[in-house]
């Protein structure tokens, strides 16, 4: 109990640590990268007097350090302010219109975007987890077994394929394939739960590699260890000794992998990968917000971001102490 | 000469291969051997005999590079190798145990270890409930008097120090009562006190569970210790089958004698044995190397408080000098804070209070030049000869370094110097030029010292160093230490656990227990009469065939260390003392005279324990 205490209080204290900067980072970096946010707010038919009007109103001539305080007063309230970019009913807003003013009031709330976006990313990374899971436990645990032997091999030969099929390129593939040609799964947009099962089946391709790799090192190097040998000496049999004690500590690592590596890489594919299919998640919030410079969404999105990462972290961290007791030490 | 019942093992011509590249090598040749119900048979050997590879062969753990090639190994008329797998399977653990050298990679390290020992105890004995399995495994650990069985059921294999996991592993073998065990070197990685613990401890349950143990190890006196019979393994032959007595008193095979009379005595003069002559008695001697009051804590995490801080007392207040010319001995078993002491008059971290004077300087004050300077007149040699060699270098560049990094000479000097330094430790001149990959262990340790040697040290710190090395080549190496300071009149400071080997060449002695010299004395008067109880139940723990003047009855400690934590008041070895009183848990002990030169911190130190048993003097050789 002490324990977790402990580790989860100084685990959330370095984390929101990383957190700030983080934020901080996407922030300093938004503001100084060309390209105003003004002009996409209000088209290029705004007079440059007007323009400067609205984005001294909103505070974007402001030093950054004084932005910055004003947002994370924002932000700790919950409140991640309103898209420049969309109206409250939902439409993307061009600045076609040529309207002299800027009216902050009619613009959607981040959060809400983000919270509408978010149960469809959900929905993708898990199914994508998932089938990645599937996909590469088997072959990784058979590989790690076998060290040097076939299963070994052919993990190798399907690693080096998977990492060299560029996700975009696949993607492109499988819709022209299963869906155009095959019309067997539906492919853009949203509709119901199978629009979801081609891009997850893109996402868990890339991140088969990984999964595939750290289980067979896992397994094999546990194999390796003395216990397992002097266990079948002590009069357990082999199968015993991986079912219960090899697979198990082999978990560890790969909770690591999960942890680190999986969710990253998640995060920076989803983002591909929903553009390419027209999958309504934060992905493609995010993506179309970077086009259009609406600042509001880049940094909710990336602090949330960021937020995930370190609580996935923490978690499997947690989860990896109390398979393996001499990591609280 | 044993029962008449037939031997429930049977070992007929075993023959074990090493499959190399090359032509196979025989491991063990012919070997042939009975084990009968309630013997206690021992197996001596050196490292490289085979006897590891024999042990592991009778539960028919023999993997590839080495291969069974022929013979038989008969269980009760049964062999091994022919029987199926699944019966092999069923008669390990049930019938056969096997302990080895290593308790601590034994078990899967993330479950407890009761659930393990009852996982086995399950899968051998299938029928058998939770609850009983549970029963039988807390009762095994208190025969092993394993402290709070039912609590420590429940602990980590990572939770119990090395001679309290050999035990758990005891308890593992016998939980199922087998009637073989086969015990590989189990003593091995033990402290003296530690593995005499376990030694007499298997010979107690080997009374009462009535298991016939095949007992291997390479020290005879361990041996000695427990076995009925010995058979003696050279070169993967069994050379002579005797009884202890026997193999003591009457050695038939020549490897044999050589055994017995090249086996380390402490009490008995060996005729060529002792190697310091006692150091010139004069008073007026230089003091190179004074320790005052030095003491070094360090902080862990305390888990039962939220970011809480243990403070480890590693050492407490040591003060000791060392004269010119001194071989100075620091005895203790591990965990005592002799390698602490180490990394503090090496000055690899700094002491927390008090001040160790190198020939007057404070060595942890002085910094740049002075330091380096000063430095030169003290090296370290660590245990490890692997490590701390780069093997990209050179040999004579790597012996080299220590006079470019101090500057100041040609390169012609330098090259006199390095080649000079290699033929004094016995490097060949010609080994200058190449790369250290395929030194032997014992060559590996010679650069180490020609590296420290170059730089014409007054002091070197010898911590362990010895270690690694077989008996032949760590003989070879005090002989040329002797020679060193003989002509250089380097002074010593041995940092050892090995009682035989500080015997042979330490003029003096210092004994630490938890952080603390509890006895500093002569040599003679440390091993015949030391004024501490610790230091004769360290004595009395010695695996020797000597008579020995400390009766193990009388001083062997029961336990472990306390944890230098919460150290209590009063003397800290009371604990474990056999001879303590009142005044024990109040008063404190302080290092005091007791003759001229020696000090003991306890309180019976002027008398009060009983008188050493006079050596019988007998010889074996
Ligand atoms: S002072 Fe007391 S407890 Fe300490 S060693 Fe001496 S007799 Fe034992």
């Given at each position: 109990m002490i324990f977790a205490l402990d580790f989860f209080l100084r685990r959330m204290a370095q984390g929101l640590v990383i957190i700030v900067l983080v934020a901080m980072l996407i922030f300093t970096l938004l503001r100084v990268v060309p390209g105003d946010p003004v002009r996409t707010m209000l088209g290029p038919m705004a007079s440059a007097e007007v323009a400067e009007q609205t984005a001294q109103k909103m505070g974007l001539r402001d030093p950054i350090p004084v932005q910055f305080a004003k947002y994370v007063g924002q932000v700790v309230t919950g409140d991640f302010g309103r898209s420049f970019v969309r109206s409250a009913q939902g439409a993307s807003t061009g600045g076609s219109r040529g309207g002299a003013t800027f009216d902050a009031s009619n613009r959607a709330p981040v959060m809400g975007l983000i919270l509408t976006a978010v149960p469809y990313s959900l929905l993708l990374a898990g199914l994508a987890l998932g089938i990645s899971l599937l996909i590469s436990l088997p072959i990784g645990i058979a590989a790690g077994l076998k060290s040097g032997k076939w299963p070994d091999r052919l993990a190798l030969y399907l690693s080096s394929i998977f990492v060299s099929l560029p996700n975009i390129w696949l993607a492109l593939v499988l819709i022209f394939l299963v869906s155009v040609k095959g019309g067997l799964l539906p492919a853009i947009g949203y509709q119901n739960w199978t629009y979801a099962i081609l891009p997850a089946f893109v996402l868990a391709i890339e991140l088969s590699p990984v999964f595939i790799r750290s289980a067979s090192v896992a397994v094999s190097s546990n194999m390796l260890e003395p216990y397992v040998a002097a266990g079948q000496i002590r009069g357990l049999s082999r199968a015993r000794m991986i079912l219960v004690h090899v697979l198990r500590n082999a978990m560890i690592p790969l909770l690591n992998v999960l942890g680190i590596q999986a969710i990253g890489l998640l995060l920076g594919s989803l983002f591909v990968i929903e553009y390419a299919f027209n999958y309504p998640g934060v992905g493609l919030l995010m993506i179309n917000a970077v086009f259009q410079r609406d600042f509001p969404v880049i940094q909710a999105i990336a602090i949330l971001a960021c937020t995930l990462l370190v609580l996935v972290n923490i978690l499997v961290d947690f989860a990896a102490t109390n398979i393996d007791r001499r990591l609280q030490y | 000469m044993m029962s008449d019942a037939k031997p429930i093992l049977q070992v007929r011509d075993l023959t074990v291969e090493l499959r190399t590249a090359h032509a196979p090598r025989r491991v063990l040749d012919q070997v042939s051997l009975d084990v009968h119900a309630n013997e206690v048979l021992g197996i001596i050997g050196e490292s490289g005999s085979g006897k590891t590879v024999l042990s592991r062969a009778l539960v028919n753990w023999v993997a590839r590079p080495l291969e069974m090639t022929s013979g038989e190994i008969l269980y009760r008329g049964e062999d091994l190798r022919k029987m199926p797998a699944q019966r092999m399977q069923s008669l390990r653990g049930r019938s056969i145990a096997y302990i080895g050298s290593d308790p601590t990679t034994a078990l899967d390290p993330t479950l407890p270890i009761g659930h393990q020992i009852m996982e086995k105890l399950k899968s051998v004995?299938?029928?058998?409930?939770n609850e009983a399995a549970r029963k039988r495994v807390i009762h095994t650990l208190d025969a092993v008097r394993m402290p709070m069985a039912a609590k420590r059921f429940?602990?980590?294999?990572?939770?119990?120090s090395g001679g309290m996991m050999q035990r758990v592993m005891i308890v593992d073998a016998l939980v199922t009562s087998p009637d073989l065990l086969v015990a590989d070197n189990i003593t091995q990685p033990l402290d003296v006190t530690v593995a005499a613990q376990i030694l007499r401890l298997l010979k107690e349950l080997q009374a009462d569970y009535r298991t016939a143990i095949l007992f291997v190890s390479s020290l005879l006196g361990m041996v000695h210790g427990i076995a009925d019979n010995v058979l003696v393994l050279a070169g993967g032959k069994a050379v002579e089958l005797q009884s202890v007595d026997g193999i003591l008193t009457a050695p038939q095979h020549a490897y044999t004698r050589h055994l017995v009379r090249e086996m380390p005595r402490i009490w008995e003069a060996a005729p060529e044995g002792r190697i310091s002559a006692p150091a010139p008695q004069s008073d007026d001697r230089e003091v190179i190397l004074s320790v005052r009051d030095v003491s070094r804590v360090y902080a862990t995490k305390d888990?039962?408080?939220?970011f809480g801080k243990q403070h480890v007392q590693a050492v407490r207040g040591v003060s000791f000098d060392v004269m010119k010319g001194d071989s100075l001995g620091i005895v203790g078993e591990s965990g005592c804070g002799k390698s602490s002491l180490s990394r503090l008059l090496s000055r690899l971290e700094a002491p927390d209070t008090g001040e160790i004077l190198f020939k007057g300087q404070n060595i942890a004050t002085l910094k740049g030049r002075a330091m380096l300077k000063l430095r030169k007149g003290f090296q370290l040699l660590l245990q490890d000869p692997y490590n701390s060699i780069p093997s990209h270098m050179s040999i004579g560049r790597i012996i080299a370094e220590p006079l470019i990094i101090h500057g100041g000479l040609s390169k012609a000097e330098i090259r006199g110097k390095v080649a000079e330094v290699m033929s004094e430790v016995g490097l060949?001149?010609?080994?200058?030029?190449?790369?250290?990959?395929?030194?032997?262990a014992g060559q590996r340790q010679r650069v180490n010292i020609a590296r420290a040697m170059v730089l014409e040290p007054e002091l070197l710190i010898l911590d362990e160093t010895l270690s690694a090395l077989d008996q032949v080549e760590q003989a070879k190496l005090l002989t040329l230490f002797e020679r060193l300071q003989m002509r250089h009149g380097i002074t010593y400071l041995y940092i050892s656990h090995d009682l035989g080997m500080v015997r042979r060449v330490c003029n003096r002695v210092a004994v630490m227990y938890l952080g603390r010299i509890v006895e500093l004395a002569g040599n003679e008067t440390t091993f015949f009469d030391s004024g501490h109880p610790y230091t004769r139940a360290l004595l009395s723990a010695v695996p020797a065939i000597e008579h020995r003047p400390y009766e193990a009855s009388t001083y062997l400690l029961e336990g472990e260390p306390p944890n230098p934590i919460n150290i209590p008041p009063g003397c800290s070895f009371r604990t474990r003392c056999?001879?303590?009183?009142?005044?024990c848990a109040t008063v404190d002990p302080m290092l005091t005279a007791r003759g001229k030169g020696d000090f003991a911190a306890c309180h019976l130190a002027g008398g009060g324990m009983p008188a050493s048993v006079a050596a019988a003097g007998t010889t074996f050789a």
């Open positions: - | 004995e299938p029928g058998i409930s429940d602990d980590f294999p990572f939770q119990f888990r039962s408080r939220l060949s001149s010609d080994l200058a030029g190449s790369l250290p990959v395929g030194l032997s056999p001879f303590a009183f009142d005044r």
